[in-house]
């Protein structure tokens, strides 16, 4: 079964996509290295994700290449590594979001939220006038 995730993780990881989650999703093939105790090969895989145009994968790329600089015990150049993914990151913007599930997930439920209220308009914000106390 790992000859055959690794079979398709370094497929996956080989294709190119337009989208960018796809492309940042792509860390996991240098994870999968790094869980198998290969961090040569996760250095070199996660280089390949440093040189994105996106922001948010050049960040997770930089991400992947401290973990496998510290497993190799380049602390150094680990923390060098991760102040890249720090400024990589600063620079990603609104595509930061992307890059964590959760954030995903909150985007989608505030833009549902706000596409279910509805915009008030004039008369509901209105200061609405006491009604008369009830007669006794």
């Known amino acids: ?10 497929r996956s990881f080989q294709i ?3 989208l960018v989650l796809q492309e940042f999703n792509k860390h996991e093939w240098p994870a999968f290295l790094l869980a198998r105790k290969r ?10 994700l440093t040189a994105s ?5 050049r960040a997770i790329g930089h991400v992947m290449t401290a973990r496998a600089l510290l497993a190799l015990g380049r602390h150094s150049a680990a923390v060098d ?22 954030n995903v997930l909150l985007a989608v439920e505030e ?11 004039p008369a509901a914000t209105a200061t609405p006038t006491p009604e008369p106390a009830p007669a006794q």
């Open 1 to 10: 079964q790992v000859k055959t995730a690794e079979a398709l993780l370094r």
């Open 16 to 18: 190119p996509s337009p």
């Open 39 to 48: 961090p040569e090969e996760a250095q070199a895989a996660s280089s390949a």
């Open 53 to 57: 145009p996106s922001a948010l994968v």
């Open 81 to 102: 590594a991760g102040n890249l993914a720090l400024n990589a990151l600063r620079l990603a913007g609104d595509e930061a979001r992307l890059g964590s599930p959760v």
């Open 111 to 121: 833009d549902a939220e706000e596409e279910a209220t509805p915009t008030p308009t």
